[in-house]
């Protein structure tokens, strides 16, 4: 796996989230293991992968919101 590691402080700073909030609310509910973050070496260490971070930031909340797909490939937001 290759990509940029970043502590729970850096994530914060590039997200403006508290790293509390990412590491109580956001991990294991968003962010998964094995995708968006990493234990080196099976320690209580977290790593973030950011690319996968910022490939998944807005799936959420684009799955939440109304869409309507239409003909021409768009979506109408409804």
Known sequence: MQ???LTTE???ARIKYD???IRERLKDSVLLEG???IR???GRKI???WEAVERDIGK???ANSLTIPMAN???CHG
Request: glycine content about 12%; cysteine-free.
């Open 19 to 21: 790293a509390r909030t």
């Open 40 to 42: 080196p070496f099976g």
């Open 3 to 5: 990509g940029t590691y």
């Open 73 to 75: 490939g768009s979506v």
């Open 35 to 37: 995708i968006h973050y």
């Open 60 to 62: 959420s909340s684009m």
């Open 47 to 49: 790593l973030f992968v």
């Open 10 to 12: 850096e994530l914060s």
